[in-house]
């Protein structure tokens, strides 16, 4: 029986192909799985961190993605989420603003509830980003 490859990934071949060169190392398999981990890790391509190895080495010009630089670093990722934290604990203490400016013969009303809700919410989320990290 002839299976039939993916179109759209004979066409990524055939681009990479013509705009690009593979590269082959060996290495020990302890220091390939450490890599890879790191890598992972990083949030970042095993194929980028090499590259921007390789022009960095040769002083030659990379193109670097603003994405994973910005999040590349485990510190850099928990600053992410310490500045998200803190517009949560901004957005709750408005909500919970909004809440308590409601009228006590609207304190039963759906309106009120759904503010409680979200205060609520608000706070189980923060909670939740100080257990990640």
Known sequence: MKTM???SNASKQRWNAGNYTQ???NVRPVLASAFKSACAEAGA???SVLAGFMASYS???AK????VDQYATRKLRR???EALISQMESLALAEESYRDNIPENLRGSIRYEDADRSVDIAYEAID???EIY
């Open 79 to 81: 600053r992410a989420v």
């Open 128 to 130: 939740r980003l100080r």
């Open 64 to 67: 670097r993605n603003p994405l």
């Open 59 to 61: 002083q030659f010009p």
């Open 23 to 25: 590269v082959k190392i």
């Open 5 to 7: 490859s993916n179109p």
């Open 45 to 47: 391509s095993m194929a």
